[in-house]
């Protein structure tokens, strides 16, 4: 068990490990060296300890986490390492100040504390150059990425020496606690995260250096063939920092054989030497291949050209071809054009390197593939980049390159890595030369695979229903932003009475980037613009009312399993959900307003409950509603699961799952748990303010758009919001139940969809993914 | 008529809400901390008080229940000592120094404890049911007005700019600065001890505050008006408490008088420029008292804004040098409930520390209200 862990290093990397320890409620002691010069003698983490409150986005999950961390400095405090279960060492890339900590270590450590080491590029084996047998053995490599919040990977190395025992305890930690996809590598320079990834870096940005692209059309088709983010290579490079480059490139090539094809890059070109020199080294210096410049009070992008190096005003490239690459990523790289040709000396590059190296440097494909998307945001392996063109392009395609065929390649006896068979994923064993059962690790359930055996219970084209064993059913919604229009709504109408008849549970889950953006705003305009009016109250609004209450109410437990955004309509659908598991990285919000418009699937009564049965609120009518209008009128999103349950969207009892890949298994034991004994909730009653309550908010909008805080728009938006949440004409005396508030919803998101102004906000979402103020 | 003189006072450091170090205390903790030190420096003997009459602005939550017979208990007070709490808002308990004056001059007892307290982090201001008559808001929207804004209002009516009431609010710093450092606080300041902190620092006052600091600041209220956090008093926690005898038994009893109860008043105005309401209470107490303006040695005039404090001593046509003289609500803070005791005693201390003959003690009040007191000397 691991309760208490020391960190020794409080700079980025460290402090980061240490704050994200806290987001998983685990004590942390963070040590750094003496400050000499200051009276303070934790001065260093103490300061470190300062700045992570400041860092955006937050490596906390919940402010009041950083309360877990305790500072200190080696010198007085590494005796206390023996309070802690693990020790993690994040100090400097130095083989020899390392080994000196790790003296010092060994002389005080207790036989069961567990020690690792942060190195990116150290083998093992130097590491523990010199030390005892009980340090050699409880010794591992643990590889974070940074920040080590948001990236999940986590490399784990171990020694000949090191203890199994040990490395299933750390295994299991940084899985079921600090939420990473841990994979074993074998002791070789970079691991595999970086092994790929800076080789990746460097092929994709010489490349486009010497092909004659931009920034941004090299950026562009990066992330397009690979799935990575937005930020391609040049963006990503100005994340990481051009300053480290030149160090990890020579980390790699001192270690690495002189055959190895890395040593082509370690001549960094002329333009990144140029840009070193004059400390363009991206976000954290003064802006790099991209930078922001403010120009007559506009923030303003600029990029940097790759020959000229002149900088001007970066835009956005349009290449039509690229549309080919999600429907036939072949015909793309075909064209006798430059950015396929582009795209094909990059891919070419990095799946040769890769189909060289895998069998050096990992167990199996599957972690090279699971290491370059969890740690470098890739939508892609590649392995699963090779399947989409399969063995007989590649072979023929680089065989009119003259390239060798890779063994790996050679040996593969069907088209593709990975196949679905007899209901289960399979994956291409190289030692073996077979395939085996792609296993998932106990607790680990992940929808997409069985989606690759099994067909749907019933489907539509944005959403479908499944059926994943025990009477547990997944709702899935994968529309685009998994947003839900009126078909969405209609089909989760006919789920429930298809679970209602023949299962048990409905769990609302998906594997896309967002749980839900919310309702289809443009179907409703458009309705809206048509003067299709009462089809948008009937069918949308009322007509989603109604199935958000028959979800509610249904006699099976609904458990929604939320990651990344749920925002207005997706918020509304976990507040009718009569249990939440959420991913720690869930990110909710009633944010109707900033589209002019209300919460009308239910929001407002919802919130308005919680707030009323919450027993951190003061008592009396006002409290709850004047908290239900700032988080609904201010469009609050919160930030983290737990940070959605100090605001009120999540109860004290629902769940929150720190790894991704296991929330759809701790939703359906949830699921399974509550089907033993479920009754649905009894249905609420209301006493609203009234009038009273209107005048209070109204009285506090006056002050707010007096100070120039608010326009007369956002105003007239809060109006609408005060008064459904007061319960329009009621009083304090009279009892009103769900109907009337999502009566009042109803009229205030008709009265609202009519002004030009939320049309305008909404159109103008529609057009640029922005939200206007007018 | 028998007379009412003020033989004690003492009162909690001010604290900026939220943020300052009495956030984390109980209001009736801080205010029982406060009347005990009181009595300690007295030579009263408990027996013989009458009642407690706390000034509260909000009453409700950790403020409520009574606080004014809570602290009794709190303060070991024998059973026989009444209390109430008493709501003129910001006037409060300047209100319950009127009450006990007016106890006193009927022969309904001889000893008062008069105090204050509000803790605005604890009790947020219009407190946590603030519900407003629709229809009263309808016919006069004046009544529910933000206090900035009656603030901005009395900035245009008097044509105070917004350099003037700069420099007023880097005056009240300033003095409130050297105030501190010349120890002319330790007479009056409990220490607080909470939990295992001990609290003795006002926490508001900013030395070195000037023109081009404050103009950085943003416009509070009014994006085309001129009052900023800056002109405004902060949001304060904090108590203060004040010893009211008849002035027979103070003498016989060997008290430590430092004024008389002249005369008290209150008066009414428009809700809008409610930061004018010293200038009619003020007016009506000094006639009473027989004396006029120019006749006030020590004035303490609450600052709850630079506009309206300004606007008042022009009105009233108060000696600039001598109002607020160890600095004022700007600086020291405004918790709401106990700055009427805190102005009130100060003033009758300052009395006697400049050796002076008259004193007047007035603030204004939401809705639309003034109070004021004038102190004189006791030979």
């Known amino acids: ?774 | 008529m028998l007379n009412a003189v003020i033989a004690g006072y003492s009162r909690s450091p001010f604290t900026i809400s939220f943020k300052g170090d009495l956030k984390s205390i109980r209001p009736e903790d801080l205010l029982s901390q406060v009347i005990k030190d009181l009595i300690s420096n007295s030579n009263l003997n408990k027996d013989d008080i009458e009642d407690v009459i706390v000034g509260c602005a909000f009453p409700e939550g950790e403020q409520g229940f009574n606080i004014g017979k809570v602290v009794t208990f709190m303060c070991d007070l024998p059973r026989s000592v009444a209390g109430m709490t008493v709501n003129r808002w910001c006037g409060s308990s300047m209100q319950s120094i009127h009450n006990a004056a007016g106890s006193i001059a009927m022969g309904s007892g001889k000893v008062f404890i008069c105090a204050g307290v509000e803790s605005m982090t604890r009790v947020p201001m219009l407190g946590f049911n603030p519900m407003p008559h629709p229809d009263l808001l309808k016919e006069n929207p004046n009544v529910y007005i933000s206090m900035g804004i009656t603030a901005e209002n009395v900035a245009k009516k008097y044509n105070i700019d917004r350099a003037e009431q700069q420099e007023f609010a880097i005056s009240s710093h300033e003095k409130a600065f050297n105030a501190d450092k010349n120890g002319n606080f330790k007479d009056e300041i409990t220490i607080i001890h909470n939990q295992n902190n001990e609290v003795s620092k006002d926490g508001g006052i900013r030395a070195g505050t000037t023109q081009d600091i404050l103009n950085g600041l943003k416009l509070a209220f009014d994006n085309k008006g001129t009052v900023t956090a800056g002109t405004s008093s902060p949001l304060t926690d904090g108590a203060a408490a004040t010893l009211i005898c008849e002035e027979e038994y103070a003498k016989k009893n060997n008290l430590d008088i430092l004024a008389r109860i002249k005369s008290s008043a209150v008066n009414g105005c428009e809700p809008e420029v409610m930061g004018l309401g010293p200038i009619g209470a003020s007016k009506k107490a000094l006639n009473r008292a027989g004396i006029n303006s120019s006749e006030l040695d020590v004035i303490e005039l609450n600052e709850a804004f630079a506009s309206q404090s300004l606007a008042c001593v022009k009105d009233l046509e108060l000696d600039p040098k001598n109002v607020n003289i160890d600095g004022g609500a700007i600086a020291l803070g405004h918790p709401l409930g106990a700055t009427g005791a805190r102005i009130t005693g100060k003033a009758a201390q300052l009395l006697r520390r400049e050796g002076k003959k008259y004193a007047l003690a007035t603030q204004c009040i939401g809705l639309g209200q003034g109070i004021a007191t004038v102190l004189e000397t006791v030979e």
């Open chain 1, 1 to 774: 068990m691991i309760n208490k862990v020391t960190v020794i290093g409080s700079g980025l990397m460290g402090a980061g490990i240490a704050a994200h320890l806290s987001n998983a409620g685990i004590e942390v002691l963070l040590l750094d060296v003496l400050d000499k010069n200051s009276k303070n003698r934790n001065n260093i983490a103490d300061e470190a300890l300062k700045k992570l409150t400041k860092i955006k986005p937050s490596p906390l999950t919940l402010s009041k986490n950083i309360e877990l961390i305790r500072s200190g400095n080696i010198e007085d405090h590494l005796k206390l390492i023996n309070e802690s279960d693990w020790v993690i060492e994040v100090i400097i890339e130095d083989l020899n100040i390392k080994q000196n900590l790790y003296e010092k270590i060994e002389r005080i450590m207790s036989d069961d504390l567990i020690i690792s080491s942060n190195t990116s590029t150290i083998p093992i084996k130097k590491l523990v150059e010199g030390r005892n047998k009980k340090f050699r053995s409880n010794f591992f490599v643990t590889h974070f990425f940074n920040p080590p919040r948001y990236l999940k990977l986590l490399e784990i190395v171990s020694s000949k020496d090191s203890n199994s025992n040990f490395k299933n305890i750390l295994s299991n930690f940084c899985d079921v606690k600090l939420g990473k996809t841990v994979i074993d590598c074998k002791d070789t320079p970079g691991f595999i995260g970086n092994r790929i990834g800076v080789f990746w870096m460097m092929s994709a940005s010489l490349k486009a250096i010497e092909m004659g692209l931009s920034v941004e059309e090299a950026d562009l088709i990066i992330s397009s063939v690979f799935g990575a983010p937005k930020t391609g290579v040049f963006g990503l490079l100005d994340v990481v920092g051009l300053d480290l480059m030149p160090h990890v490139l020579s980390s790699m090539t001192d270690n690495l054989d002189s055959g190895d094809e890395y040593h082509l890059y370690k001549n960094i070109p002329e333009i990144f030497n140029y840009m070193l020199e004059n400390k363009l080294i991206g976000r954290k210096g003064s802006g790099g291949f991209y930078k922001l410049e403010i120009v007559d009070g506009r923030k303003i992008k600029k990029s940097i050209d790759l020959s000229t190096k002149v900088y001007s005003e970066s835009i956005k490239p349009k290449i039509e071809s690229l549309k080919l690459v999600k429907k036939n990523l072949s015909s793309f790289l075909e064209l006798n054009e430059n950015y396929s040709k582009y795209a094909w000396a990059v891919l070419s590059d990095v799946i040769l390197y890769t189909l060289n190296h895998t069998s050096d440097i990992s167990n199996d494909i599957v972690s090279v593939d699971s290491a370059m998307k969890n740690g470098f945001g890739l939508q892609f392996g590649p392995f699963e980049l090779l399947d989409k063109l399969g063995k007989t392009w590649i072979i023929e395609k680089l065989s009119m390159d003259s390239f060798s065929i890779p063994s790996l390649l050679e040996n593969l006896p069907e088209e593709k890595f990975y196949k679905a068979d007899e209901g289960k994923l399979k994956f291409f064993n190289f030692t073996k030369g077979v395939f085996e059962n792609l296993e998932r690790p106990n607790g680990v359930l992940i929808l997409s695979d069985i989606k690759k055996s099994n067909k749907p219970i019933d489907k539509i084209s944005t959403a479908s229903l499944w059926d994943i064993g025990d009477g547990v059913t997944v709702f899935e919604i994968h529309s685009r932003g998994n947003s839900i229009d009126m078909n969405t709504m209609q089909f989760l109408n006919k789920s429930i009475d298809i679970v209602d008849a023949s299962y048990k549970a409905m769990v609302i889950y998906n594997e896309g980037a967002m749980f839900s953006a919310g309702a289809n705003v443009g179907e409703a305009l458009f309705l809206g613009n048509i003067g299709l009016e009462t089809e948008l109250v009937d069918k949308i609004v009322e007509g989603g009312q109604k199935v958000y209450q028959k979800l509610k109410y249904s006699k099976f437990p609904v458990i929604s399993a939320p990651s990344g955004m749920a925002l207005g309509g997706g918020c509304e659908l976990l507040l009718h959900s009569n249990f939440v598991q959420a991913h720690v990285e869930t990110y909710i919000g009633l944010t109707e307003a900033a589209l002019g418009i209300c919460p009308a699937w239910g929001g407002c009564k919802e919130l308005i409950y919680r707030f009323n049965n919450s027993n951190s609120m003061p008592k009396g009518p006002m409290p709850s509603i004047m908290k239900a209008f700032q988080t609904i009128g201010l469009a609050k999103t919160s930030t983290s699961g737990p940070e959605a349950k100090e605001i009120g969207f999540l109860t004290e009892n629902d769940g929150i799952t720190m790894n991704r890949d296991r929330l759809l298994y701790d939703a359906k034991m949830v699921a399974i748990e509550m089907i033993k004994k479920y009754k649905p909730p009894e249905k609420p009653v209301y006493r609203l303010p009234g009038s009273t309550a209107y005048s209070a908010i109204e009285i506090g909008l006056n002050g707010m758009e007096d100070a120039g805080q608010i326009s007369a728009h956002d105003k007239f938006i809060g109006k609408q919001i005060a008064n459904v949440l007061s319960g329009g004409e009621t009083d304090i005396i009279d009892e009103v139940d769900e109907d009337y508030i999502l009566k009042l919803e109803s009229k205030a998101i008709q009265a609202l969809f009519r002004e030009p102004k939320s049309q305008e906000r909404i159109e103008k979402l529609l057009e640029t993914g922005k939200i206007i103020r007018n």
